[in-house]
């Protein structure tokens, strides 16, 4: 089938890229010139495993092509995918600019009969009102489908090709028909599929998250209180997993990254202003960001004030196998410690030192070792395998200090106290 694809993102980029390996032929376009100039290339602009690959095997195929033109590829489309970016505004609103701006030009440009298939994360009725901003300015038929991704940075080629479902709304059967038939490879390898309307395939999105994020607060309140009276955290959360109808979920300083802040902070808006107040999801995102600031007062406490004193950091991203910074736990502790006087050394195996060029005072090391030279503390923030294999007798000879923060839970308390560390949780 003849794709397009608008935005060259995490969710555009891997999307283009998977949709061309199953053998569609897939134009993909972004404003940003230099961005689609690397794409070209074969230059994927973020850390993202396996996708360099996938992306030079996509190119090879003369399958899939970049461009800066919105209008090439909504006119090489039979069904445009709409995967811009749609960020939270500081009052808890989705910002559609971008998702409009798209949908204004599928109006003007589309082939008759096209599909105009949302991928962005947005909040329910989004579908309804871009068909009304579509109707006003198209001449020829058309229809619109939600179709919401579910893939996970670090994990987004996997869940692409082997994802836990996927979600179809659509008012029309020839259209659901249609989407499902871009996914045909995939569905025939056992993928499940949902189809529903577009308002109810919206919200399975911007809840699943939520709901994924909720249980992450729960999970790090009873970590809190668990280490409060003795009990092993983990082995708690482990122990919890084995009924599946809780499953797996791993206690820490919280969750961060581009999608589970913003998308909690949109369902709450939504909720508010639906009269539907949302007062669990409220209480889960206010623990979120409670557990950095408890995290930063019981370093503080351990170091007698931060002032003056040399803190490492291991690991930036807001989780592993990415070069992802965004609201990441390790920025807003690094923030807090450079203002309130700390000297801060960081290291992270895949962030580059320009991604967190505007954290005046910050250094960057280039290894782990290194940067835990002289320190009185290391806080751990991110659950690189890297820091999980590290040989904490070394790290205890180079550091000058005895203060471990575990922001992930990768350490035994035992383990750790032999050695001499104070155990910071
Ligand atoms: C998340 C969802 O997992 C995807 O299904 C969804 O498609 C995506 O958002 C999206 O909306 O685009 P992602 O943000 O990449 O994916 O990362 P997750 O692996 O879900 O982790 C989110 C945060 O929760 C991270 O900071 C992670 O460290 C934290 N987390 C995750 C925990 O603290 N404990 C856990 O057990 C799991």
Not at 174 to 184: A, I, Q, S
Not at 318 to 331: G, L, M, N, Q, S
Not at 391 to 418: A, C, F, N, P
Request: glycine share 8%.
């Amino acid at each position: 089938m003849e794709l397009a694809i608008i935005g060259a993102g995490w969710v555009g980029v891997t999307t283009a890229a998977a949709m061309a390996d199953i053998g569609h032929t897939v134009v993909c376009a972004d404003l940003n010139a230099e961005r689609i100039e690397k794409l070209n290339l074969g230059e994927v602009p973020f850390f993202e495993p396996g996708l360099f690959e996938l992306l030079q095997k996509s190119l090879a195929s003369g399958r899939l092509k970049f461009t800066t033109s919105n209008e090439e590829a909504i006119k090489a489309g039979e069904l445009v995918f709409c995967c811009v970016n749609t960020p939270t505004l500081p009052d808890g609103s989705t910002d559609l600019n971008a998702v409009t701006q798209v949908a204004r030009a599928f109006a003007q440009d589309h082939r008759d009969g096209a599909v105009f298939v949302i991928k962005s994360t947005v909040p329910a009725g989004t579908a309804a009102a871009m068909r009304r901003v579509m109707t006003e300015i198209s001449q020829r038929p058309f229809t619109i489908a939600s179709n919401p991704e579910f893939l996970a940075e670090s994990t987004a080629i996997r869940d692409t090709m082997i994802p836990s479902r996927i979600v179809i709304g659509a008012d029309e059967s020839d259209t659901l028909e249609k989407v499902k038939r871009v996914y045909e490879p995939i569905i025939a390898n056992g993928a499940r599929v949902f189809i529903s309307d577009c308002a109810t395939a919206e919200v399975v999105k911007t809840a699943s998250n939520s709901f994924l994020a909720t249980r992450i607060s729960l999970i790090n309140e009873i970590a809190n209180y668990a280490n409060q009276v003795g009990a092993d955290p983990v082995g708690v959360a482990l122990g919890m997993s084995l009924d599946p109808r809780i499953g797996a979920v791993r206690p820490g300083v919280g969750y961060g990254g581009g999608c589970f802040p913003k998308d909690v902070q949109a369902l709450i808006g939504e909720g508010d202003r639906t009269g539907t107040p949302l007062t669990v999801l409220k209480a889960a995102h206010a623990a979120n960001y409670r557990q950095r600031t408890r995290l930063y007062d019981r370093l503080s406490a351990a170091l007698g004030g931060v002032a003056g004193k040399k803190v490492t950091i291991f690991g930036l991203a807001f989780k592993p196998k990415t070069d992802d910074v965004r609201d990441a736990p390790a920025i807003t502790l690094i923030d807090q410690l450079l203002k309130d006087g700390a000297q801060v050394v960081a290291y992270d195996p895949q962030v580059r030192p320009t991604l967190v060029n505007d954290h005046h005072g910050l250094v960057m090391a280039s290894s782990a070792l290194e940067a835990a030279q002289d320190a009185d503390a290391v806080a751990l923030m991110c659950e690189w395998q890297e820091f999980i294999d590290l040989d904490l007798k070394t790290l205890q000879h180079v550091m000058k200090g005895r203060i471990l923060v575990d922001g992930r839970y990768i350490w035994s308390r035992k383990t750790v106290e032999s050695l001499g560390f104070i155990y910071v949780v």
